[in-house]
Each structure stands twice: as structure tokens, then as C-alpha cells.
């Protein structure tokens, strides 16, 4: 008996020697030490032996049980030692590294102007108000006097959800909003948000773009209002030195309907380029708004009047960058998008 306990000390504290990870460790510790483990079996086989040897076997496996557990407390805290290192060198920190930069934040060129052209709005007094992007027929045409079978339509199709809700063409639908909740008192307001037309893209046409419609309705508002307030906007967004001429046009939400250009910040109206060799480039439309829109929209025509206007925000845009092209705006290109870093 005393051999066959030695003979399991011995290969006991060999395999624990050779244990290399914690797992085999506790496959070893199974192995000798577990209930059913051999050594543990030598304690059933000892009823039939005398009290004297009872007790010096009792003794072996005792003492052999504790030369296996100790060895393999020890390797135990060995190897989680090992593990740890592994782990603490592998995590390590290399200081010595470069560090990552921080990319710098840049406002996308499409609500720089935007918010340039707030601001500069904003300083003459007016709110800034918001409608919906899908829109009823009822107020992206109706209350703009394009009815049904009007030809202006066909300049302004859309992206329909069913026949009377669509993606909004214009920002001029916001005008109508603004009125009906103005309940026939006096505005001066701008509405900035994004359009949609069912348009081929190209260089100069998206599916998708930005207006600033602007609105002021009050007693005597007159043509003259419009223009002095355009000329300021002008000379903010394109230099002191800028001029603006009004040309007739037609929207059938304004009478009378004019299209605004202002004088070439590039050549100055010498004819270049940028200006097409006229000296002047178109930015804008506006007019007084049609008595009918007002009207419709809950307004005394005779005691009020008052001017609008639709400004392309990529178009502002394009001139004042140099950009050549519309879709730019939309391809998320980091390239374009870089160049507008600290603006
Ligand atoms: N809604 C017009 C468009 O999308 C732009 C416009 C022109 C708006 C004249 C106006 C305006 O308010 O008076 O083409």
C-alpha cells in the first residue's frame, strides 16, 4: 500500500509540473485529488484492515493528499501569475507611438450660406420660420394661385406620395403656413429648408436642394421695400461694392414678378466668366405678393400689401466658392468637403 501511494505521489507531482495552463491544472487536480480519483479509493479500501494499519494508512493518503494539494496551490499561483504578465504585456501601452489627430470639425459649404444668409436677415428684423418638406397639393400650389390646370405646374414637378401630398417643389408653400397663422396681421419672416423637383441631375439641376423664401406683409410694403432690402442683402453677401437691377419676370404668386441680378463681385461689371461676359448675374426672384394669394391666405388686400422672394442657397453657394458643380453638395466627398475646414 505504501508503494502504490507513492507511486501516485510521485506521478501526481509530475503532472503537475507539466500542467502549462490552469485548464490542464484542473484536469490533474480532477484526476488525483476528485472524489474518485484512485487516492481518494484507497480510504474505501481500508475497512478490512487492522485499527494499527488503519491508522498508518489513514496517515499515508493524509499526508500524500497534502503534498499534492500544496504543489498544486503552488503551480496554481504560478501560472496565474504567467497569465497576468501575458496579459499586462499584451495590453501594454506604447508611449512612444504618434498620436491619432483629431479631425477638425467643418461645416458642410451648403449651410454656411444658409446661415450666412439668416444671419444677415435676422439683423433686418426678420423670424425665421419652417413648414413641412411633404406637402399638401392644397399648399404647394393652390394657396400660391397655381391651380390645377395652371402651365406653372409643368416647370415644378415633383416626388408624389398620391395624388395630393408631395415633396414640397418650393419654400414658398411656408408662406402660406405663415399667414394662415398670422391670422391677417403683419410678418417678416424668412423660411430656409430643402426642395425637391423631379429633375435630371447635372452640373447646375439636383433633385434635391435649398431656398430661403422670404415674406414681409404690412401696411404700405411697397417694390421699393423689396429693393432696398435686397441691395442690402447684396452688398453683405457679395461685397459693399455690389449694385443690383430688377428685370421683369413672372411667378403666379407675385404681380408684379421680377428677377433680381446683382452686379459681378468678379469683374465688378466689366463682363468676365463668372457673369457670362454681362456684368451682371441673376441670384433671385421675387415681386409684390398676387392680391389673390393674399386674399386666399386671410388677408384685407386693400389694407395690406407686401413683397416675397425665393433664393437658391446652393446657387449663393456655388458663386461664392467657385464651385462648378451642383452635385458636389451631395456626394459627401471628403476632398470638397475639407476645403471648407475652419469657415
Ligand atoms: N418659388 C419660386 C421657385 O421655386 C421662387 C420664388 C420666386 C419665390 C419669387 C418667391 C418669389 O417668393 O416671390 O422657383
Redesign the pocket.
Known sequence: MEQRIKAIVEAGLNAIKNALTLEELLEVRNLYLAKKSELMGLFGQMKDLSVEEKKSVGAWINEARETLTQALEQKKVGLEKEVLQKKLSQEAIDITLPGRGLPIKTAHPFFLIQEEISDIFVSMGYAIAEGPEVESDHYNFELLNIPKDHPARD??DSLYMDDNTLLR????PV?AHVMEAAKGQPVRVICPGK?YRRDEDDATHSHQFG?I???VIGEHVTLGHLKDTLLVFAKKLFGEKRDIRLRPSF?P??EP?VEIDVSCFSCGGQGCSICKGSGWIEI????M?HPRVLTMNGYDEKSMTG????IGIERVAMLRYGIDDIRKFYQNDLRFLKQFQGR
Open positions: 416647370m415644378q417643389t418650393h419654400t414658398s408662406q426642395v431656398q423664401e422670404g415674406l411667378f404668386f407675385t414678378s433671385l426672384g421675387g415681386g405678393v413683397f416675397a422672394f425665393g
